[in-house]
T-cell receptor, first 111, second 114 residues
């Protein structure tokens, strides 16, 4: 089944730097979502971008969507230690009628 | 995690035993979901319910069963037929029956086999 795949699998940066994570998918979508998961916890919704949108902002988060390349990126600016978590993209393949989650990017922010 | 509770936080299962994971939501959401997460992996859909008294199999339903007798409750039973049940189980809900909408997650239950 179609699936979002995050890249890189792990990312370690210094506090204050920007973090960029990418998500690629295989089939056409209606929307793409990003979620955050702190270790051992549930997922928290960050942002939803629809297929007719190219960019969306929420606080320090910036998400882009390129449907021609079937890819999305999540940018976290001015990272903080509290941003340390795993980040997942979730896509709804056209006709799939459900969300399909990728394997996630594990982000570590070093103080 | 607000609005969705899962219990217990940790659950231990013996060989041949059925165990039930609880999921309750007070968000008045129509749709509810169960996911399984293995270490370092994404989420895989076990079962989902779009409306009371109705539910559908997800990608990995074998060895699991659910019920949806009340709008706010969606318990998951891990049966003895599930040979590798050790995982982190997440319950989620969404406002309407459209499965592609934003989902709200509970804190999870970690199931371990003795």
């Amino acid at each position: 089944s179609q699936q979002g795949e995050e890249d890189p699998q792990a990312l370690s940066i210094q506090e204050g730097e920007n973090a960029t994570m990418n998500c690629s998918y295989k089939t056409s979508i209606n929307n793409l979502q990003w979620y955050r998961q702190n270790s051992g916890r549930g997922l928290v919704h960050l942002i939803l971008i629809r297929s007719n949108e190219r960019e969306k902002h929420s606080g320090r988060l910036r998400v882009t969507l390129d449907t021609s390349k079937k890819s999305s990126s999540l940018l976290i600016t001015a990272s903080r230690a509290a941003d340390t978590a795993s980040y997942f993209c979730a896509t709804d393949g056209a006709g799939a009628q459900k969300l399909v989650f990728g394997q996630g990017t594990r982000l570590t922010i070093n103080p | 995690d607000g609005g969705i509770t899962q219990s217990p936080k940790y659950l231990f299962r013996k060989e041949g035993q059925n165990v039930t994971l609880s999921c309750e939501q007070n968000l008045n959401h129509d749709a509810m979901y169960w996911y399984r997460q293995d270490p370092g992996q994404g989420l895989r859909l076990i079962y989902y319910s779009q409306i009371v008294n109705d539910f559908q199999k997800g990608d990995i339903a074998e060895g699991y069963s659910v019920s949806r007798e009340k709008k706010e409750s969606f318990p998951l039973t891990v049966t003895s037929a599930q040979k590798n049940p050790t995982a982190f189980y997440l319950c989620a809900s969404s406002i309407g029956p459209v499965l592609q909408e934003r989902q709200y997650f509970g804190p999870g239950t970690r199931l371990l086999v003795l």
